[in-house]
């Protein structure tokens, strides 16, 4: 583990109830992996949906999103600054997260142009693709 929940809040500026990574397992290059555990304890479960819990397909999209920032922000030329979403393409959701799972957040910056960090973001539950897609950022001042 590189980092953990504490560490990661050191770098991101998101908290309970939306930080949606709990573990940073690695960074090479422009490759990140993290993880989230996913509980029946969680906010979401009070409304999505109370009689069947199914994880929103936005909040593992924010998650693959946290994780990218965690790489991003803990460079020392972003140190301070937050990241902000500019996009999302082709994303598409291939099973259910109930609680009980541990996402794997893996994700690879592929381009950055213009200011715009593009990235490939797959979020897997035992080796099984929940959610997929194409994630664009910016990093901005906090």
């Not at 799972?101 to 593009?118: A, H, P, Q, S």
């Amino acid at each position: 583990m590189l980092y953990n929940s504490n560490d990661i809040q050191k770098i991101i500026p998101h908290r309970y109830p939306f930080l949606l990574v709990d573990r940073i397992e690695s960074i090479e290059g422009n490759k990140v992996v993290g993880s989230k555990c996913i509980s029946a304890n969680e906010m979401q479960f009070l409304g999505h949906f109370p009689q069947k819990h199914i994880m929103p397909g936005v909040l593992m999209l924010e998650a693959l999103a946290q994780t990218v920032a965690v790489m991003l922000l803990s460079k020392e030329e972003n140190k301070g600054k937050i990241g902000l979403f500019a996009g999302i393409n082709k994303a598409r959701f291939k099973r259910q997260v109930i609680p009980g799972d541990k996402l794997t957040l893996t994700c690879e910056v592929t381009k950055e142009r213009m200011g715009i960090v593009f990235v490939n973001a797959v979020a897997t539950v035992d080796d099984e693709v929940a959610v997929s897609g194409e994630l664009m950022f910016a990093i901005d001042e906090a």
